[in-house]
Structure formats: structure tokens, C-alpha cells
């Protein structure tokens, strides 16, 4: 009985050392590369892109669901300018915020995207989940970004995917 007491105080203190389990399967992003070297950009306009986003889908009723592996992608699609990216917040399908992968301002050069991976484990938003996309359009911007969701799941020989598409917002009127 003691080899199993201290065996499980073993186990016990070795699962202290693991993350948090809402952070366990988190993307981890490096943007170091575009960070803004002015804030120039804090005087453009502000527009904001709704993107529905699914980590797992309803399967047979409403108490089976299965998880997926969503992927947010944010393209610029200028040839010449700068995209400046403010905000990418995750909200669960009560509209409670679950994560802010982009707190700080980035930019996405011309032609360049960038990517948000939910793990398929990571259920923290549910079958209504999105994300809020906050970036900048100066005068000169031609295109917005394309944002885009693609959601997949495979097991064995079947698979399911599918893809979302962004939707800009109205400004709020005053």
C-alpha cells in the first residue's frame, strides 16, 4: 500500500506541471515578424469581420456532437498595401469571449496571410462559435481581407469538412 501511495503522489505532482486544460491544446502564434514599426495606422478607419467558426458540429441529435479542426485564415489580398490587423477574438456560441489570439496590432504585408488553428480538442467554443476580426483600411486600400474558416475532421476512411466565409460588419451608427 505504501509503493501505492507514493506512486500516486507521483502522479499527482508530475499533472501539476501540465497546463491548464482550456490553454492544453491553444495555438501558439509568433507575429514578432509583423509587429508595426509606427502607429500610423491608429488613425485609419476601423472595420470589422464576423467569421462563424465551428469546433464541433451536431451529429445524429442534439446531445451527439463531433469535434473539428478549424483553421481561420486572414488574407490580404493587395499587391501593394499593408493590412493592419487590431483585433482576432474567439467567442463560444453564448457570445462569452473564449480567447484573444491577436491582442496587440499586427500587419500582413501585400499578398500575405496569416493563420488561427483551433485544435480538435479544444470544444471551448461549441457548434456556434466565430471570431470578431478588427483590422484597419486606409484610404488607399483597395481590398479587404478575405477571411476564411475551413473546418475538418477525419476518422478512419470518412472525414467531414467545410468552409465558412467572413462577413463585414456595418459601422455602428451614432
Known amino acids: ?92 456560441s453564448y457570445g462569452i469571449l473564449v480567447r484573444e489570439y491577436i491582442k496587440d496590432p499586427i500587419f500582413l504585408r501585400p499578398m500575405e496571410t496569416t493563420d488561427i488553428v483551433i485544435y480538435e480538442m479544444d470544444v471551448t467554443g461549441g457548434p456556434g462559435a466565430n471570431f470578431l476580426i478588427e483590422w484597419k483600411k486606409t484610404d488607399s486600400l483597395f481590398n479587404p481581407p478575405l477571411v476564411e474558416g475551413v473546418m475538418i475532421s477525419t476518422q478512419g476512411q470518412q472525414g467531414i469538412s467545410f468552409t465558412t466565409r467572413g462577413v463585414n460588419l456595418n459601422p455602428p451608427s451614432n
Request: proline fraction near 3%.
Open 1 to 92: 500500500t505504501r509503493l501505492i501511495f507514493v506512486f500516486c503522489i507521483a502522479l499527482f505532482i508530475s499533472g501539476c506541471d501540465e497546463a491548464p486544460e482550456d490553454e492544453k491544446y491553444v495555438h501558439k502564434i509568433d507575429w514578432s515578424n509583423n509587429l508595426p514599426k509606427s502607429q500610423k495606422f491608429q488613425s485609419y478607419k476601423s472595420v470589422f469581420t464576423y467569421l462563424p467558426i465551428y469546433s464541433e458540429v451536431y451529429s445524429k441529435t442534439n446531445e451527439d456532437t463531433k469535434s473539428l479542426t478549424a483553421t481561420v485564415s486572414i488574407h490580404n489580398m493587395n499587391l501593394f498595401d499593408s493590412l493592419y490587423i487590431m483585433k482576432a477574438n474567439y467567442f463560444n
